[in-house]
């Protein structure tokens, strides 16, 4: 949408942005800003992987916490049991994530629409039943906490915030040039066409299971590296915040709210409602329901009013602006 | 075979269905309306709930609850077809379930805003009176619901079978547009399937509750539940539901059996999702859907 002779202007003014976000931090010191930046940038993580799947491919995937959850736990119980370095559990978690991703996305994507979305539903329940029953792996319900080694890059462990911002922000912007990368290629292309007829999309020769199962295990990778990162950051984890509806659902009204299908889309749905969400939860604390009424009401509203997302509105106000 | 799996069996028979009655209105959602209704189950949840404030208000019998949750879920049922879901019946199927996803939400937040995070019990006057039967003793809770639900059941299904509304809505569900040419008010059927819908899983769910527990979140577990046993049996058969009811019902009880009551929703969530892969059909469903 962009007007390719502003590209090189554009570019500039990224550029810019990206300068001052990874200054931020050593002038702002605000605990509470950098706190709020940090799940900005983990949020960005997983709508983006969410808009490959959803957005840009069009299958709702309603289960991609389980790769959430098999990011975060694969390093950790790692860590914990077989004295593997974190990183390297990483490394492990994302290959986990792909792996299984191909799996899944196999076996479900014989499935569409409604189906497709039930059934990656239940294989996240299934992996949230398998983690709180095998107790001698997991440690269950009860959740495994990842022990503070004072600062360490080894052990992903610091006192302050600031290296936890850098590494959100570098892995956030990883997943926005994924997605723009995607979005440039044949295969974000093929993506869009199996969104919008996929019948039509296989008559002219596109292996449409296949592209849909590349877009699911890019997914998946995003959300295996997000989820260590939460579980670096918090320093525990428990199988209903890591397999729950919640991870899975969040990273879609994000990328609704924002534009799904688009490359800014999410981030802007994200940066607009992650810090409203985040004051909601703690000035409301005491009545507890209303961020689940919040995020309910907010997702059924833009359905109805802008299914086109954030981004669309923002869109008109630049043309409006420029002419 | 020991008088104990006899028992284990005849438990899952009687909790199946229920879980017939509790499910039976989604497949009427989504073949008339076609409405992937994600807050299905919280709609359940309301009226467990509903339940319990009357029992702990009124000391209304499980009984007496039913009399008033059926008219009261009938109205809501029209009221949520008329306010909420007509506003998206034209929206692409995507769009619908995630609108009902949000709804889902809402209404979680309701819940937990009105009735807090603690886990209720609704309580039946009936349920520490014990039946002997072969191996062991059953609950007579167990037995009278599963009655009084497939009573509620078979009203259901002579409803849809004999009487002209029920004719007219078996006839949308295969052909809208052959329905409308022939002259059946489209909107009605869409108001009457909904409140009709609602109010059966709200009669199974007040059934349910004495045997299950409320909560805020109990509603996902009520719509996957709902959404297996359609599925499993066919979507838009009404017999299907009853058939999925059973074999839900009975897996479960095996499962907590042989294994432990940990895999029992595990082994259920399996079976449904092979089914899904080997007959997306269902096992009794006859028409094609993508």
Redesign the interface.
């Given at each position: 949408m962009i007007p390719s002779k502003n590209l090189a202007e554009n570019k500039l003014l990224l550029l810019l942005t990206f300068v001052i976000l990874v200054v931020l931090p050593f002038i702002a010191q605000s605990p509470l800003l950098l706190h709020l930046a940090i799940l900005v940038y983990l949020y960005i993580i997983i709508s983006e992987a969410w808009n490959l799947i959803g957005g840009y491919a069009?299958q709702?995937s309603l289960g991609n916490a389980v790769f959430f959850g098999v990011g975060a736990y694969t390093a950790v119980l790692l860590y914990l049991n077989l004295n593997i370095n974190l990183w390297v559990g990483l490394i492990i978690g994302i290959i986990f994530s792909a792996v299984l991703s191909a799996v899944i996305g196999y076996?479900c994507f014989?499935?569409?629409?409604?189906?497709f979305?039930?059934?990656t539903?239940?294989?996240a329940?299934?992996f949230k039943?398998?983690f709180?029953?095998r107790k001698d792996i997991t440690q269950g319900p009860m959740g495994v906490v990842l022990p503070y080694k004072g600062d360490s890059i080894l052990d992903v462990s610091f006192a302050s915030k600031t290296p936890y911002y850098l590494l959100t922000l570098a892995f956030s912007v990883l997943a926005i040039l994924t997605v723009s990368y995607v979005s440039k290629s044949k295969l974000g292309y093929y993506l869009l066409a199996v969104r919008e007829d996929e019948v039509a999309a296989r008559s002219v020769g596109i292996n449409t299971v296949l592209v849909k199962i590349i877009a699911f295990t890019l997914s998946a990778i995003l959300n295996s590296i997000a989820g260590f990162l939460y579980v670096t950051y918090i320093r525990y984890i428990d199988p209903y915040v890591a397999f729950g509806?919640d991870i899975s659902?969040i990273q879609?009204l994000l990328t609704?709210m924002g534009g799904a299908g688009t490359v800014w889309g999410p981030v802007l749905g994200t940066v607009i409602l992650i810090p409203l969400l985040e004051l909601f939860r703690v000035y409301f604390v005491k009545?507890?329901?209303?961020?689940?009424?919040?995020?309910?009401?907010?997702?059924?509203i833009i359905?109805?009013l802008m299914?086109q997302g954030a981004i669309s509105i923002v869109r008109r106000l630049i043309k409006w602006l420029k002419s | 075979m020991d008088g104990f799996l006899i028992q284990i069996l005849l438990r899952g028979v009687l909790v199946g269905g229920m879980y017939a009655l509790l499910s039976v209105g989604l497949t009427l959602i989504f073949g008339v309306l076609e409405i992937p209704h994600f807050a299905y189950g919280d709609v359940m949840m309301l009226a467990m709930y509903t339940c319990y404030w009357l029992q702990v208000f009124t000391g209304a019998s499980l009984f007496l609850s039913i009399i008033i949750v059926f008219p009261l879920y009938l109205a809501l049922g029209f009221i949520l077809q008329k306010f909420v879901v007509n506003k998206i019946m034209d929206k692409p199927e995507l769009s619908k379930m995630l609108f009902m996803v949000g709804f889902s939400l809402f209404l979680q937040g309701l819940a937990l805003f009105v009735w807090t995070a603690d886990t209720r019990f609704v309580k039946s006057e009936l349920q520490n009176i014990y039946v002997d039967i072969g191996g062991g003793k059953i609950s007579l809770t167990y037995i009278v619901n599963f009655v009084m639900a497939m009573l509620f059941f078979a009203g259901f299904y002579l409803w849809l079978q004999k009487t002209f509304m029920g004719k007219a809505i078996r006839a949308s569900a295969q052909n809208k547009d052959l329905a409308l040419v022939t002259g059946i008010n489209i909107h009605k059927i869409f108001l009457v399937s909904f409140g009709i819908a609602t109010v059966m899983s709200a009669v199974g769910a007040v059934l349910f509750a004495p045997i299950y527990y409320v909560g805020p979140f109990v509603g996902l577990e009520l719509t996957l539940k709902s959404f297996m046993i359609v599925v499993l049996g066919g979507l838009g058969s009404i017999e299907g539901a009853l058939l999925g009811g059973l074999i839900i019902g009975v897996v479960e009880a095996l499962s907590s059996y042989l294994l432990s009551s940990e895999v029992k929703d595990l082994s259920a969530l399996i079976i449904f999702l092979l089914v899904l892969l080997f007959k997306p059909k269902g096992l009794l469903g006859k028409e094609v859907r993508e």
């Open positions: 069009g709702v076996i014989r499935l569409h629409g409604v189906f979305a039930f059934a539903l239940a294989v329940e299934v039943l398998l709180i029953i509806l659902l879609a609704i009545f507890s329901g209303i961020n689940y009424m919040l995020h309910g009401a907010l997702l059924m359905i109805l299914p | -």
